[in-house]
């Protein structure tokens, strides 16, 4: 006879540390987005890094049931992976892809992003001996300068490629380089982009450059697809925004408290004396460290919610540990929980930690490690 597996409750869990997804914020989140596009417009929920580290499967088939067209990765390892959990939705490989990777690209069904001729008359070629037609969407640049064909190329790489017999163009697209801080470059980058699309939007069933944070204030009456991404995931890519949109964070990064100890007045706590107590403190050690995903950056600058209060991180970050300033917190003792990430407190918000050290909350979600 099987024995039933015991339901674990969140408080429950015999982990040094973990990683909580909250698909019904996720839900919200889209739900929110969606008010600032026109009914015409489709959305791609951006799944890459593993859905910057919520859990690419999970993510996706929510994303499905909330709407959406298209899955959008970055490489044919991402989408393979997905397909290997049976996701049987559209997927776009954003990112430039390898002529060995072809014939993955065709036995997993995916569509391509190609700016580069090599590549796209090697894959028609095999379209061709496969007997299909493998779908594609063209990467142009207005201004990025990453990948994508040059916008003033742009015509003429089109139709180069509509010659192609076994190579059908699904969409065309670009990016923009400073949605979130500089409007009149992300103006200036539509309309170049609309100038060209406007003289292929007959031909073409999908047309975009919107990241999530474009949308917020800008129609771009032209295009009909959105890629959503960052504020999906509850992660406000700007101060302006927070009065816009009503978002509300999907990843929480929590751990426990291992041990418990006094500093004396004077003494220094971690690594290379970096910061010395200047009266006798007792501090907490959460035993996880960069190794785990928090940014060594984060030394002596970050923040963590224990019991309610917000605590400042002490001196250096280990790899596998982190000193924790208790002062302030009553009744304080080992196995408490303590919210490194996420969470309610406007301390441990992603954008927020970031901030402390000037990097990116891209960076911080998707370098949680593997050991939460």
Not at 34 to 45: E, I, L, P, S
Not at 221 to 235: A, Q
Request: hydrophobic share 40%; net charge neutral.
């Amino acid at each position: 006879m099987t024995k039933k597996k015991k339901l674990i409750r969140l408080n429950e869990i015999n982990e040094r540390s973990w990683v909580e997804i909250n698909l019904s914020n996720f839900s919200h989140n889209l739900k929110e987005l969606k008010k600032h596009m026109q009914n015409k417009q489709f959305f791609m929920q951006i799944v890459k890094a593993d859905a910057y580290g919520h859990g690419a499967l999970q993510i996706a088939n929510q994303a499905i049931k909330e709407g959406a067209t298209i899955l959008g990765v970055a490489n044919v390892e991402e989408a393979s992976l997905l397909r290997f959990h049976n996701i049987e939705h559209p997927i776009l490989i954003l990112s430039p892809s390898f002529d060995f990777e072809i014939e993955a690209i065709i036995s997993n069904k995916l569509t391509p992003s190609i700016a580069n001729l090599h590549f796209a008359k090697l894959l028609n070629e095999h379209a061709k001996e496969m007997g299909i037609i493998q779908s594609v969407h063209i990467k142009y640049d207005t201004g990025m300068n990453r990948n994508g064909i040059r916008i003033e190329n742009a015509l003429d790489f089109y139709q180069t490629i509509e010659m192609l017999e076994n190579i059908k163009i699904e969409g065309i697209f670009s990016h923009f380089s400073s949605s979130e801080d500089d409007k009149d470059f992300t103006q200036k980058q539509y309309l170049l982009f609309a100038e060209f699309a406007s003289k292929v939007a007959q031909k073409v069933r999908y047309i975009h450059i919107a990241n999530s944070s474009a949308i917020i204030d800008n129609q771009f009456e032209l295009c009909n697809l959105n890629r959503i991404g960052l504020l999906s995931y509850g992660v406000y890519s700007s101060a302006q925004l927070k009065n816009k949109i009503d978002l509300k964070p999907v990843m929480t990064f929590k751990s426990k408290i291992a041990h418990i100890s006094t500093a004396h007045k004077n003494e220094s706590v971690g690594y290379n004396r970096t910061h010395f107590v200047d009266k006798d403190s007792h501090f907490a050690i959460i035993p996880i460290g960069y190794a785990d995903g928090y940014d060594y950056l984060l030394s002596d600058k970050g923040l963590v919610e224990i019991n309610g209060s917000v605590c400042p991180v002490l001196g250096k970050i280990s790899m596998d540990m982190i000193a924790i300033d208790i002062n302030q917190v009553d009744n304080v003792k080992v196995d408490d929980e303590v919210i490194l990430l996420g969470g309610n407190t406007t301390s441990t918000k992603v954008e927020n930690l970031s901030a402390l050290f000037n990097g990116s909350s891209y960076e911080l979600l998707t370098q949680i490690g593997k050991r939460a």
